[in-house]
């Protein structure tokens, strides 16, 4: 099966440092590369996304690096606040039909102290 | 405000009996999709359907059925089948090829 694999489960950042999730992939016929930010209680919500083509996307604090030949890509949170504490997941989406489906990393909690 | 509505928010279920979640949305897209979130495990897709009238199995629809009657409408129902249903249950909705968007879910327990 298709996978898409996170790490780490769970950071501990101090306010105003750096959060780096890492995530890795197996399938090269997959073309969008999402990030969800997730706070409990609640629904997934999209972050930033990406596509093979571009090695870095940057959206405010969020940079998602991807390396096409490494089949792996990240999420770096800049200035980490503790607003920012939340399960992040990446996800990966394949071409057209069934393959058009997100598969989801496991996710990793993230906890930014003050 | 457009979005996805999942109620309700929190389900109790009995020994064999079935229950249904709702899930409602007004972004006038076409693709619904069912996923099951437990601890640990991100989310897993139950069932998805791309076009009203039909819909497919995802990798975990084992004890599980949806109807898709409604392009706004896509009610997942858990059935006695299902051995395990505990679990936070999240719907979600997208333009083809575009990205998902989730509810808030509804967390099914076990009474």
């Known amino acids: 099966q298709q996978q898409v694999k996170q790490s780490p489960q769970s950071l501990i950042v101090q306010k105003g440092g750096i959060s780096i999730i890492n995530c890795a992939y197996e399938?090269?016929?997959?073309?969008?590369f999402p990030w969800y930010q997730q706070f409990p209680g609640k629904g997934p919500a999209l972050l930033i996304a990406?596509?093979?083509?571009?090695s870095e996307k940057k959206e405010g604090r969020f940079t998602i690096s991807f390396n096409k030949s490494a089949k792996q890509f990240s999420l770096h949170i800049m200035d980490s606040q503790p607003g920012d504490s939340a399960t992040y997941f990446c996800a990966a989406r394949g071409y057209g039909g069934s393959q058009g489906n997100l598969i989801f990393g496991k996710g990793t909690k993230l906890s930014v102290k003050p | 405000d457009g979005g996805i509505t999942q109620s309700p928010k929190y389900l109790f279920r009995k020994e064999g009996q079935n229950v249904t979640l709702s899930c409602e949305q007004n972004?006038?897209?076409?693709?619904m999709y069912w996923y099951r979130q437990d601890p640990g495990q991100g989310l897993r897709l139950i069932y998805y359907s791309q076009i009203v009238n039909d819909f497919q199995k995802g990798d975990i629809a084992e004890g599980y059925s949806v109807s898709r009657e409604k392009k706004e409408s896509f009610p997942l129902t858990v059935t006695s089948a299902q051995k395990n249903p505990t679990a936070f249950y999240l719907c979600?909705?997208?333009?083809?090829?575009?990205?998902?968007?989730f509810g808030d879910g509804t967390r099914l327990s076990i009474l």
């Open positions: 399938n090269t016929a997959f073309d969008y």
């Open positions: 990406i596509r093979p083509d571009v």
């Open positions: 979600a909705s997208s333009l083809q090829y575009q990205p998902q968007h």
């Open positions: 972004l006038n897209h076409d693709a």
